[in-house]
């Protein structure tokens, strides 16, 4: 059984950062991805980065130049840097992982339970 544990959410003013970590743990043969969604309230879950096992990265427009996604490979963890945070980055944000739990077989998508970001003006 795999989990993901988010930690790093928290209440920060406008211009401030928070560093959010995710680690992956349970029965894992390998990871393909690792990134990050949110969601805001009355919105639709957005991604927001990913990153794959061998470095390549994608952001979200609304983020770049702002959030710097990073993992570590042998820790099963990926962590999210976000500096020059705005009121519109408020949401729920939820670590997400597509791992293969044995040799050959599918890979499926796994979601942590989210942490709270909350960004005041």
């Known amino acids: 059984q795999v989990r993901l544990v988010e930690s790093g959410g928290g209440l920060v003013q406008a211009g401030g950062s928070l560093r959010l970590s995710c680690a992956a743990s349970g029965s894992i043969f390998s990871i393909n991805s690792m990134g990050w969604y949110r969601q805001a309230p009355g919105k639709q879950r957005e991604l927001v980065t990913t990153?794959?096992?061998?470095?390549?990265?994608n952001y979200a427009d609304s983020v770049k130049g702002r959030f710097t996604i990073s993992r570590d490979n042998a820790k099963n963890t990926v962590y999210l840097q976000m500096n020059a945070l705005k009121p519109e980055d408020t949401a729920v944000y939820y670590c997400?992982?597509?791992?293969?739990?044995?040799?050959?077989?599918?890979?499926?998508?796994?979601w942590g339970q989210g942490t709270q970001v909350t960004v005041s003006s």
């Open positions: 990153i794959t096992s061998g470095g390549s990265t």
């Open positions: 997400n992982a597509k791992i293969l739990t044995h040799r050959s077989s599918p890979t499926y998508n796994y």
